[in-house]
């Protein structure tokens, strides 16, 4: 809890780092750091995110099987073809379900609650709709190489803590999404490009108020 509370404090603060906030959006204006902000998500980390991720990456994931080989098939094959049969259907779950259907939504309406907004849920329930796909797009990029080598080659025990130092960056990309106003397709920046933030109304639910 601790180490992945202080992962997300980092990706936060190297996403204020990298992305500051200007004043009134004035660049000639000094930058804010939002010190708040850090601590949401190092509360996020620390007491949402890592213990459901302990139970999913460490105590579930890893005697999950694959449905697809029955336990004939299984006696007749040997354990190596086994395994990536059963890898393979757990890196599908890990990479390509669980973001989109719970680590995501989770994220931003968490993130939006501890922010202290009178309505949270709808506060999240915009941003989804603004930053969803192309989140989850970004997810099926930086985390399934990674997952996959998890998977096969490194031991259960270690595969929080690679993934721990893995999402530094990662969480410096959600800390963007989530509380960065954009400026719309052909600002030039790379991060604004890559979540699509076109409208004046997709910008007002990137922001926290």
């Excluded at 941003?127 to 190489?145: D, F, G, I, M, Y």
């Amino acid at each position: 809890m601790v180490s992945t509370g202080l992962f997300f404090g980092a990706g936060d603060c190297l996403a204020q780092l990298m992305f500051p906030h200007h004043i009134d959006d004035d660049v000639n204006k000094p930058t804010t750091f939002h010190i708040d902000r850090t601590v949401r998500a190092m509360i996020y980390g620390s007491f949402i995110f890592a213990p459901l991720s302990v139970k999913w990456h460490r105590l579930t994931l890893p005697y999950i099987k694959s449905p697809f080989l029955s336990t004939a098939r299984r006696a007749r094959i040997t354990h190596t073809h086994t395994d990536i049969h059963d890898n393979l259907f757990r890196l599908t779950l890990d990479a390509l379900l669980m973001p989109g259907l719970v680590w995501i939504p989770l994220y931003n309406t968490a993130m939006s609650a501890l922010a202290l907004h009178s309505d949270p849920l709808s506060v999240a329930a915009d941003k989804l709709r603004n930053n969803w796909w192309n989140v989850l797009r970004a997810s099926w990029t930086v985390w399934t190489p990674l997952q996959l080598v998890n998977l096969f080659f490194v031991p259960v025990h270690l595969r929080i803590v690679l993934a721990n130092v893995w999402s530094i960056g990662w969480n410096c990309f959600l800390s963007f999404v989530h509380n960065t106003k954009g400026h719309g397709k052909g600002s030039g920046k790379l991060m604004e490009e890559l979540v699509d933030i076109e409208t004046a109304d997709e910008e007002q639910t990137m922001v926290y108020a």
